[in-house]
């Protein structure tokens, strides 16, 4: 994988981009760019990611990621349209939904589509196993944030800083196996 | 609109290519075009059919359709996602979402989407207000049919015989529109 001069990062999300910009302007120059593109209705954010970079290959090279929150009781729900289900239903709904479930066990899943310099397509994986807590905890980050509770820990990612967050998030490790890629430590296949 | 020798009802389900020919047979040849094609995410069945529609222009004359389940005190959840939400959640799950809700309206909205004989696109739109049951009740029909129960009616649509269910029904709707529109006698914006 080669990076080249210049990254766009599709987002409308200053924050996600200003992340971006940190953790790869050592390798390229990541510049932000704001258009919305297609998202398709699938089970899997691989199919939304790879659909996606299709929609803006006009753009590239680009960067493009998408996210989402699996329970496993409930077949996944809300995963690939956690935006949606956070809009209408919220972290009470998903609390309701949960009420009297013994398997809370749960993941966040992020994934990382990308045309690189050599125009090629490369997606990057994250994964964050966790618990759906009994009750909403913290006031930090955003979506889901105070009902999930990365494995290992006793706080919500609502209850951390966010370079803590960073350091279990889904977000966090596909970005981290990106600049694997780019440093050549990770094999692509 | 002209619908011209022949449509393409774009759907893999049997049953509603018959519903459609059944209906249509009278003003043009109904075939069944089972391919699939991107459904785009967005709030609005509209947009999901009007995204369609451009990425199947290569198959016109071809009509498609959409449709889903909109509760009033969840923000219109599970909407476009319907289909998704009752693979995961199912009834069961809309029931416990909806436990203690005092304001249980709901509606059910189908959205056919056309381009005829004169390259023109265009939608018709059903829609059947009612409300979501306590618990399910009845073995006909599919999908929420068990727990909506229309305006006016002490019955579910699980509980009714196809036709009985077709004259309340969004999708029986859309398809009126679509004839009286045939016939001239609908104004099309």
Do not use: W
């Not at 258009?35 to 691989?46: A, C, K, M, N, S």
């Not at 729900?77 to 949960?98: D, H, Q, R, W």
């Not at 820990?153 to 966090?172: C, I, L």
């Amino acid at each position: 994988m080669k990076l080249g001069e210049k990254l766009n990062v599709v987002t409308s999300n200053e924050g996600k981009y200003r992340e971006y910009r940190k953790k790869l302007s050592k390798y390229t120059e990541v510049e932000m760019l704001n258009i919305g593109y297609p998202e398709i209705q699938t089970d899997f954010l691989e199919e939304v990611v790879e659909f996606g970079l299709e929609q803006l290959e006009g753009y590239k090279p680009i960067l493009i990621d998408d996210s989402g929150l699996f329970i496993d009781d409930l077949q996944g729900f809300p995963g690939v349209y956690s935006a949606y289900v956070m809009n209408t239903l919220g972290c009470e709904g998903i609390l309701k939904l949960m009420h009297d479930v013994e398997n809370r066990k749960a993941e966040f899943l992020c994934i990382i589509g990308l045309i690189d310099e050599n125009d090629e397509k490369i997606l990057f994986r994250g994964r964050s196993r966790g618990m759906i807590t009994e009750e909403q905890k913290g006031d930090e980050g955003f979506g889901y944030d105070p009902i999930f509770k990365p494995k290992g820990e006793e706080r919500t990612f609502a209850q951390m800083s966010t370079s803590e967050k960073n350091s279990y998030s889904h977000r966090g490790k596909a970005v981290d196996n990106l600049i694997k890629a780019v440093k050549g430590d990770l094999e692509i296949q």
